[in-house]
């Protein structure tokens, strides 16, 4: 496991460590959360950037064309 030493204004400390205690989880534990949270949602973003680049959109339109008002 490895060690990461981060800096943050007061402020930011201040709304972690509130959140984390609300939350019943150590601090580490709040950020790490947020860090996995943050790397998945930049994951789907480029998945879902290239799935993009392979699509159709005459047959989206005809699909879309299928679909009830």
Not at 41 to 51: C, D, P, T, V
């Amino acid at each position: 496991m490895a060690v990461l030493n981060v800096r943050v204004s007061d402020s930011i400390h201040s709304a972690i460590k509130n959140f984390a205690s609300d939350e019943n989880i150590s601090i580490n534990q709040f950020i790490t959360s947020a860090v996995i949270e943050k790397i998945a949602a930049l994951k789907a973003g480029n998945y879902i950037k290239e799935r993009g680049k392979s699509g159709d959109k005459d047959l989206f339109m005809k699909v879309l064309d299928k679909v009830p008002d």
